[in-house]
């Protein structure tokens, strides 16, 4: 039987702070490739520590945390840093840019860092600027805000800027950390339909962490991180 | 540099406080550099002030007194020596040459020197510089009523050949009472030598004493005993005493024994001194003020990078958030760390620049009263050796002083991952 490497591959992973109780207890959890999930995290369930995981910057004690079939505990640090920019993008839940460089250099940054997305980038689209451009108006910003200040635009705005930098040199993966609950009811939809939509046209794969169970409907697996985490379980019980 | 152009944007985003630390370090480098100019060359000037002349001697007092009003015309003589002193060693066997000074009177602040034209000959100064005339020629000692000015003596007045002077009695700029009865013709302007000498008026001994021919107990003679300046020239203008002599010998080896022997004359109680040793007698005096100068101007550039540390370890904690975007796309830490290390770096690095021109603009400003009010010439040439190692040894501790900021950023970042804090 042969399945597609998945995109996130977690096994018995265990995790736990200096000196606390373990926060995290997960068995098992797979993204599989172009798929999107919904992961339903409450604060204070791990979820930030989760993320943390999957971006390299922290190790689990145990189990394994696997990447595009990677295991991150196998490289080191600054090698785990560059597999993160490689093959993942983020966004957050807003403040996503730096607020002193324009909206192009913003949605640049990652291939600043990566080689094999400036890469990517330029074999799609011939230069990075014309990559970093066709995802912008792809996501419905006009040319001309391009060129200005990151922090003169709207917090809607900006979180779609966030996600041209997210997916910038088609990375594998979008990792989204509640990036709609700054946004009003009716720009969350909006918002939600244009990152699908170019998470499809990259080929990647989205985890989506929030805590508003109502988008859940519009990916295709919904999971709860208190259901996956034997550790909040075991605390509840 | 990419990464160099974050680290500049984030300061131009930040460009109130940047521009406030990169001010208060150019002031400092502007204050250290100048401080170090002033101090070379004051201390070049000062080595150079006399060559060439084995021994000054006066009445007794101290090698400093003697050394500050015969050479550099600052304070006055405690007692005159006298004439036949003067000639005495003038045919000592040993003298090759013997130049006599008559000090005491002025020209608007600046003191007249009496002396021989023999001055102009052996008079040196730097690398055994003589004199030269600028314009017009030296004065003759058979023509008591022509003066020699120095060179900025003539620009401050705006003197030229030609001009009529009349001398005071003393030395101050008001207030004082004029040798007006007999006024003096410039004959010649010296050029610029970059020691006392350009400010003096130098007459011949002749006029020094016809000048006050008529005075008695100190005061200018009224009525019937006043005696002009025509009749003076047919008088015996053959000086009865003197301030100071300048004396050169035959041999070099043969100075401390004339010294000795002049120290120890019974004829008169006179004072003979080796102007180099008296030299660095009086810079070890000032040189002490002159460290503690240059000291306080590094301490001032040390205030000034602790302001650019404080300044960038504060704004650490808001720019977490920069940290953690940057970490989430790709930043390593020592990304972060040289993120840090950049902006100290470029913060210095402009400082020293504004303050290179705050320096030049300065100097550009303060070169003309300078030069006429301390006769210190502070020249406009590019940073010596010297000034580049300095300036140097400051963009280097700012660069370290960057590495705190760099070290706990680069800790921080580590510990944050990608937890975006607000």
Redesign the interface.
Known sequence: MTSPTPIIELRALRFAWPKQATLLDIDAFRLEPEQSIFLKGPSGSGK?TL??LL?G??LPQSGTVRLLGQDLSALS??AR??F???HSG?I??Q???????SVLDNVL??C???KRRTERAIQRHDSIQAAAQALLSGLGLAPELQQQRADTLSIGQQQRVAAA?ALIGQPKLVIADEPTSALDADSREVFLKLLFAECKAAGASLLFVSHDQSLAHLFDRSIDLSQLNRATRAQEA | M??FR?AL??L??RRFTALLTIFAIALSIALLLAVERVRTETRASFASTISATDLIVGARSGSVNLLLYSVFRIGNATNNIRWSSFEHFAQHPQVKWAVPMSLGDSHHGYRVLGTSADYFKHYQYGRKQQLKMRDGRFFSDQAPFEVVLGAEVADALNYSIGQEIVLAHGMATISLVNHDDKPFTTVGILERTGTPVDRTLHIALAGMEAIHIDWQHGAPAYGKRNISAGQALHMDLQPKQITAMLLGLNSKIATFAVQREINQWRGEPLLAILPGVALQELWSLMGTAEKALFVVSLFVVLTGLIGMLTAILTSLNERR??M????????????IASLLILEAFSLAFAGILLGLALLYLGIAVAQGPLQSHYGLYLPFSAPSLYEWMLLAAVLLAGVLMGAVPAWRAYRQSLAD????R?
């Open positions: 930030t993320l943390g971006g910057v922290h640090a600054s840093d560059r993160r920019v490689d983020f957050f839940q403040f996503n840019l730096l607020p002193f460089l940054l990652p600043q860092f990566s930098r | 990419h990464l974050i944007r984030s131009a985003n958030r920069e953690a975007i940057l970490r989430s796309v790709g930043a390593r830490p020592w990304h991952g990608l937890n975006i607000l």
